[in-house]
């Protein structure tokens, strides 16, 4: 009996487990080429008739050159409030009285939370001043954040033996 195989370096044995797989492979490969384009892709041909229904709605309704309804604050709230409070709370990680004496960052990302829920609300708000109702994953994303508001600080508080 040979043991010269069992005798190879773990770079060797890497090299021909890599060989031996790729040649398993091809059969394989061939036959997923050989598929039309939209075949078995639902999001491809989702996406098209969408993005032709869109290209359509577009042409026949367009909209006045002044604007599309309102500034960056008024059509995203929820992405507005995120990038206010990650710069609120990167700010206030300056001050060593807040941040501490290391400056930590981590309280950008307290801050683009505490934004993004004030967002979701000023959504809410807007859809409900619209006549729109307000979507059950809006809600839940409001009670959420007020949980969240209520519970993490009191669970900080409980860590930090306080």
Do not use: C
Not at 53 to 67: F, I, M, N
Not at 110 to 120: K, P, Q, R, T
Not at 124 to 153: C, E, N
């Amino acid at each position: 009996m040979d043991h010269r195989a069992s005798r190879q370096s773990p770079a060797a044995r890497r090299a021909t487990t890599t060989i031996l797989m790729a040649l398993l492979a091809l059969p394989w490969a061939g036959t997923a080429w050989a598929q039309p384009a939209d075949a078995g892709r639902p999001l491809r041909t989702a996406a098209a008739s969408e993005g032709a229904r869109l290209a359509q709605a577009s042409a026949s309704d367009p909209q006045p050159h002044g604007g599309s309804g309102g500034n960056v604050i008024v059509r995203h709230p929820v992405l507005a409030g995120t990038a206010i409070g990650a710069g609120a709370g990167l700010a206030l990680s300056q001050f060593d009285s807040i941040g501490g004496l290391k400056h930590d960052r981590r309280l950008a990302l307290v801050g683009a939370g505490g934004g993004a829920w004030g967002g979701l609300i000023a959504s809410a708000v807007q859809s409900a001043h619209a006549g729109r109702r307000v979507g059950l994953g809006t809600k839940v994303g409001i009670v959420a954040g007020a949980v969240a508001a209520t519970v993490l600080p009191a669970l900080a508080l409980y860590g930090a033996g306080g």
